[in-house]
C-alpha cells in the first residue's frame, strides 16, 4: 500500500505531460493516497476531487447527517469521514456486522456479479437508517450498480456521478 502514493504521482506526471484541462480520479481510495502527494504536485490544471463534490452535492441538497456506505476500509479508515466534515455534515456508519456484509457485495459488484438480493440488502440497511439520517453517500464505485435513488426514501449520492458532472460543467464551460 506504501507504494500507491508514489505510483499514483508518476501517472499523474504522465498524464500531465499529455496536456490536459483537468484532472478526475474516478476512484474513491485513489483520493485517499493523492491527498498526500498533492503539496508536492504542481499542477496548473484543476483536479476534480471525488469526497469535495460530494460534500458539496450534499450541501447543496441541504443535507445534514448522511449514512457512509463503502469498502469496509472507507467506512472505517476516517478519510472519507473527515472529507465530508468539512461541508459540516455529520457522517453515519453501519455497525459491524453490516459494514462486513457490504463488504462482501461490493466484493461480488468488483467481480461483475450484480445480484436482485444485493439491490434488496443495501435498500434494506439505508431504510434501516433513513430515520436517522437524511442522505446516504456511495463511497465505492461498485455500489451503484446495485443500489440507486429509487429504492432509498433518502437522497443518494454517488460521487463518481457527481464528480464527472463537475469535471464535464467545466470542460463544457458552464461550471
Given amino acids: 500500500m506504501a507504494e500507491i502514493p508514489a505510483l499514483l504521482e508518476r501517472e499523474i506526471a504522465a498524464l500531465v505531460r499529455l496536456g490536459p484541462d483537468c484532472l478526475v480520479i474516478c476512484n474513491n481510495t485513489l483520493h485517499k493516497a493523492f491527498d498526500l502527494i498533492a503539496p508536492r504536485l504542481v499542477l496548473s490544471i484543476p483536479v476534480f476531487h471525488i469526497v469535495e463534490a460530494a460534500g458539496r452535492a450534499a450541501h447543496a441538497l441541504k443535507l445534514r447527517r448522511v449514512l457512509l456506505l463503502g469498502t469496509k476500509f472507507t467506512m472505517e479508515d476516517g478519510y472519507y469521514h473527515r472529507g465530508l466534515e468539512r461541508f459540516d455534515l455529520e457522517v453515519a456508519t453501519p455497525d459491524e456486522a453490516d459494514r462486513a456484509a457490504i463488504q462482501q457485495i ?53 460521487p463518481t456521478e457527481v464528480q464527472c458532472r463537475e469535471a464535464f460543467a467545466f470542460a463544457a464551460g458552464v461550471g
Avoid: M, W, Y
Avoid at 467481480?111 to 434488496?120: A, K, P, Q, T
Avoid at 439505508?126 to 439520517?133: E, T
Fill in 106 to 158: 461490493q466484493s461480488q459488484l468488483a467481480r461483475g456479479i450484480v445480484r436482485e438480493d444485493f439491490r434488496r440488502a443495501l435498500a434494506a440497511l439505508v431504510g434501516k437508517h433513513a430515520a436517522s439520517v437524511d442522505g446516504v453517500v456511495l463511497a465505492c464505485t461498485e455500489l451503484p450498480l446495485a443500489l440507486g435513488q429509487q429504492d432509498c426514501r433518502v437522497p443518494v449520492i454517488n
